[in-house]
């Protein structure tokens, strides 16, 4: 059902949405943010992108060495292994599953299901790790994830049509 190839054109191509995940994420400390993290990620273009582009096996690849990478270069805090699992490896996970989905009239749903997902799980970190009410915990992640979503989906349909023209992996 998925494919997966692993060569020097798409380990190139995988190397390139990361690196762009994290630039974008870099030019994310200047935009408002939560206390205790979370802000408009619009960097996760990059990983949808990947999924759309290459395939969700790629997304997936691509999210969890962006997770590894913001832990490594300080983008990411250590709350504790729950923090951790829901915060960030889930989440970034979860998001280059997007590509599993197909575009309904050009509009890419596969980014608002893995939103939704995402959220969910703050939303659980939240609860276990913070130890936050579901009213707070909502109020404090619905905000930057809705946000994050509505760019990113917008951020998709202007550069997707370009940058599928550009990228040939077959």
Do not use: R
Not at 151 to 157: F, N, S
């Amino acid at each position: 059902m998925f494919e997966f190839h692993l060569n020097v054109k798409t380990m190139t191509y995988m190397a390139m949405f990361a690196a762009l995940q994290l630039v974008l994420e870099f030019l994310t400390q200047f935009t408002p943010s939560m206390p205790q993290g979370g802000n408009v990620a619009f960097s996760l273009i990059a990983i949808f992108l990947c999924s759309y582009l290459m395939g969700p096996v790629y997304g997936v690849i691509v999210g969890l060495v962006c997770c590894g990478l913001h832990f490594a270069l300080g983008f990411a805090t250590f709350y504790g292994p729950l923090s951790v699992i829901f915060d960030y490896v889930l989440p970034l996970g979860v998001c280059g599953l997007a590509g599993m989905f197909k575009d309904i009239k050009k509009f890419p749903i596969g980014i608002v299901i893995c939103m939704v997902i995402k959220t969910i799980s703050h939303l659980i970190s939240g609860w276990y790790a913070f130890h936050t009410p579901l009213a707070g915990n909502l109020a404090y992640n619905l905000p930057y994830n809705i946000a994050t979503c509505v760019t990113c989906v917008i951020l998709y349909m202007i550069i997707k049509p370009s940058l599928s023209k550009a990228i040939h992996l077959h």
